[in-house]
């Protein structure tokens, strides 16, 4: 089974666009939303849809990690509630999930424009910049236990580069699938960050 992860806040108004690409998917699912305390809880959105809902306060990353504790499935995609999958493309894409993948990673739109990532992922990518798309990547539950999750302490944004980075370097393998997963929709309220915060994930993977 895979478990579909939705952060929301303050996108009452995309929830239920996120939702139902979610529950479009032609694949034994769960869809667990997380909110982050939304000036209006969307307790309306959900009512009578087949999701587990909650509330979580705190940074993006403690969000994402409740919605993994409170999941059940083997493997595990990240769908933030302003984006959305595109049709049963987790069944394409757990079609070449083997024993010898721990993360599998596709394409996705901007937008409307068409990204691919960089197929051939190698720790010295990953400390340069980030190489996946959050949205367009399947991981074993096993990956975020080893882990410890996604990194609560920190308050900087990046929380998946960060994520993949120690995943490779505690020696994850990871697959490329050449897929369309979804459309990630920007807007001006998407986190953002310098610099200095690329610098601080760089040494925070180096010393993991």
Do not use: C
């Not at 990690?65 to 757990?94: T, W």
């Not at 739109?109 to 197929?119: A, S, T």
Request: hydrophobic content about 40%; aromatic content about 10%.
């Amino acid at each position: 089974m895979i478990s579909i992860i939705i952060p929301h806040r303050n996108h009452n108004h995309l929830l239920r666009r996120a939702i139902a690409s979610a529950m479009a998917q032609n694949t034994d699912k769960e869809i667990i939303v997380v909110d982050n305390h939304s000036d209006i809880i969307p307790l309306e959105i959900v009512e009578g849809l087949p999701v587990l809902f909650m509330v979580k306060d705190g940074t993006l990353m403690k969000v994402r990690n409740e919605g993994v504790r409170h999941s059940g499935g083997e493997y595990i995609i990240q769908l933030d509630a302003d984006d959305e999958m595109l049709p049963n493309v987790l069944e394409k894409m757990m079609e070449q999930f083997d024993e010898n993948t721990d993360i599998l990673y596709g394409n996705m739109f901007q937008n409307g424009v068409h990204l691919i990532p960089n197929k051939d992922i190698k720790l010295e990518d990953l400390l340069r910049n980030n190489q996946l798309f959050h949205g367009a990547s399947i991981y074993r539950r096993k990956v975020w236990k080893e882990l410890g999750g996604y990194w609560e302490a920190s308050e900087l944004v990046y929380d998946d580069w960060d994520f993949w980075g120690r995943a490779m370097k505690a020696g994850s393998k990871f697959k490329y699938s050449d897929i369309d997963v979804y459309n990630y929709n920007f807007y001006d309220d998407k986190l953002g960050g310098g610099e200095v915060h690329k610098e601080k994930i760089r040494e925070h993977i180096k010393n993991a």
